[in-house]
């Protein structure tokens, strides 16, 4: 009866702090940061690196007074179930093909675009031809990532025994397998390579990457059913960034692409059948 006693009070204590709210309160909107830079990098040493993530909340923070983003931790894997019970509000820089297929979500639209691309050790008579094909090629990737030429299959075993696949959780430690000749191609996003490739320019020259692309993608912020912010309301927050030009002051040096988005392009989807 005691332990019963407990947990009614608990569910009360939750109601009432989500529903006794005085007047003009904020609302607090819980946000995925999963580690995927340059969006979300880690903490090092008690020194915590900035990244995209951030500066985009701090962004849509500062813009109004009626939600207050925050950033809450997860992992790749553990985002569906986090998003799923309510650990988190929005999971975002999604694709609604990255898993999402069979968990309810609303798809808004951010209007930035990045993409996947190929890394090869640069050597003498070696172009863009060697990219063409990936059989019989070692692959360095990240793990849990999904990539297109995949199908979007993630499952570590299915890219090990069908491309070659060695996974880690570095993109780092990828590109320079390439140069230590463990691997013969790395999979990169876009934004990663311009900031690794700035980091390390005297090795920059070692590399040849790819003109072909593996996917170019726009980033989805996805929002559960029960989310405090309505899709409509997060499109029209970032559409205020966008028009201020401050979007493009985050992301458009790491060369992720701000593009136009249309008035009302969220979508409602997922699921269980």
Same mark, same amino acid.
């Given at each position: 009866m005691l332990t019963l006693r407990r947990a009614l009070e608990g569910v009360l204590l939750v109601l009432c702090s989500s529903l006794c709210l =005085?007047? /003009?309160?904020?609302?607090?909107v819980r946000v995925?940061?999963?580690? !995927? =830079?340059? &969006?979300?990098?880690? @903490?090092? @040493?008690?020194?915590?690196d900035r990244g995209l993530l951030p500066q985009l909340l701090d962004a849509l923070n500062q813009a109004q007074n009626e939600y207050r983003f925050v950033a809450v931790p997860t992992s790749l894997p553990r985002r569906y179930r986090d998003f799923e019970q309510g650990r988190i509000d929005m999971a975002i820089f999604e694709n609604p093909q990255?898993?999402?297929?069979?968990v309810a979500h609303t798809a808004v639209?951010?209007?930035?675009?990045?993409?996947?691309? !190929?890394v090869a050790r640069a050597e003498t008579g070696r172009d863009?031809?060697? !990219?063409? +094909?990936?059989?019989?090629?070692?692959?360095? %990737? $990240?793990?849990? &990532?999904? $990539?297109?030429?995949?199908?979007?299959?993630a499952e570590p075993r299915f890219?090990?025994?069908?491309?070659? #696949?060695? %996974? *880690?959780?570095?993109?780092?430690?990828? %590109?320079?397998?390439?140069?230590? /000749?463990?691997a013969e191609i790395a999979l990169v996003t876009r934004s990663y390579l311009s900031d690794f490739l700035a980091r390390h320019r005297e090795t920059a020259s070692q590399y040849l990457v790819s003109t072909r +692309?593996?996917? *170019? &993608?726009?980033?989805?912020?996805?929002?559960? =059913? @029960?989310? =405090?912010?309505? #899709?409509?309301?997060?499109?029209?927050? %970032?559409? +205020?960034?966008?028009?201020?030009? @401050?979007?493009?002051?985050?992301f458009g040096r790491h060369q992720i692409a701000v593009m136009p988005v249309a008035a009302d392009s969220s979508v409602a989807t997922g699921g269980a059948d």
């Open positions: =005085p007047a /003009g309160a904020e609302q607090l995925g940061s999963v580690y !995927f =830079p340059p &969006y979300v990098l880690k @903490q090092e @040493q008690g020194k915590v990255w898993g999402w297929q069979k639209d951010m209007g930035l675009e990045d993409a996947e691309v !190929f863009q031809s060697y !990219f063409t +094909t990936l059989q019989g090629k070692r692959l360095a %990737l $990240y793990s849990g &990532y999904h $990539y297109a030429f995949a199908g979007f299959n890219l090990a025994q069908n491309f070659n #696949a060695k %996974l *880690t959780y570095s993109h780092d430690s990828n %590109l320079s397998m390439l140069l230590r /000749g463990r +692309t593996d996917q *170019t &993608y726009h980033h989805y912020a996805l929002l559960r =059913p @029960q989310a =405090p912010i309505s #899709a409509q309301a997060l499109s029209a927050l %970032l559409q +205020t960034l966008r028009s201020s030009g @401050q979007l493009a002051d985050i």
